[in-house]
């Protein structure tokens, strides 16, 4: 099996569990031993070529910027697309084909809260995690009949360095010793690759917003607004 984005927080955790299962887990990072980068095209191609036989991938290679959408330079938004967005597709084409040949295997795409009910400064990273709720919902229901499985993972404030480049700009309620810990949605993930489960969400209140999110919109904002200490538009 393979995971992107394996050096550190969700996907080292992801890898560890699996490992703990008994499974040979390619870790693919920008350095390392199976090294790659998701956002170029020929690079993760080459990278699961190398590993060889895929049964599981976990695409989880993510990188965030928090900042309004009118301070951040467009740069960042090419990036973000490239590695959050873009990054998925080219790692799930090039893992996909052999899992159809052979009949079996398991798609997990590491999304986000933010995927279901973005907030302030995260504009463009909300985005890009929409971009792969979508893929990864449609996905699914074209897998159907093929013997392959497909996960969607929606994490929300989880313990990482995803922000340790930006600490200073950091809000006053993203609070690193309130977040959960990535052990249990590691373990979550191999659970959820075992019975075929549609979707994940971590912690619980990610699940609550999607309920909410999907009743009244505006009951989503509310929750929204009482996390980020009314930063959140009514």
């Known amino acids: 099996m393979l995971v992107t ?110 995927g279901i009910r973005s907030f302030p400064g995260a504009a463009v990273y909300g985005a890009t995690k929409s971009a792969q709720r979508g893929f990864g919902e449609a996905l699914r229901h074209e897998l159907k009949g093929t013997g392959v499985g497909l996960t969607m993972v929606y994490p929300g404030q989880v313990r990482s360095s995803l922000h340790a480049h930006e600490k200073e700009r950091m809000p006053d309620w993203y609070d690193l010793e309130r977040a959960a810990p990535a052990e249990p949605l590691g373990k979550a993930i191999v659970e959820a690759v075992e019975k075929d489960r549609r979707d994940v969400f971590y912690p619980s209140n990610v699940r609550l917003l999607r309920i909410m999110h999907g009743l009244r919109p505006t009951l989503a904002d509310a929750m929204l607004r009482r996390i980020m200490d009314r930063s959140a538009a009514p």
């Not at 350095?31 to 991938?57: N, P, T, Y």
């Not at 993510?62 to 009118?70: C, D, K, M």
């Not at 998925?88 to 009949?103: F, N, W």
Request: with cysteine.
């Open 5 to 114: 984005g394996a050096s550190r927080g969700i996907g080292a955790t992801a890898a560890d569990a699996f490992e703990g299962r008994g499974c040979t887990v390619g870790r693919v990072a920008r350095s390392g031993e199976l090294s790659a980068d998701v956002a170029d095209r020929e690079s993760i191609a080459a990278a699961v070529e190398r590993f060889g036989q895929v049964d599981v991938l976990v695409a989880n290679a993510g990188i965030a910027h928090y900042l309004p959408f009118t301070e951040m330079p467009v740069e960042l938004v090419e990036q973000l697309t490239q590695v959050n967005w873009l990054g998925t597709v080219y790692t799930v084409k090039a893992a996909l084909p052999g899992m159809l040949e052979r009949r079996r295997g398991h798609v997990v795409i590491v999304s986000s809260g933010a």
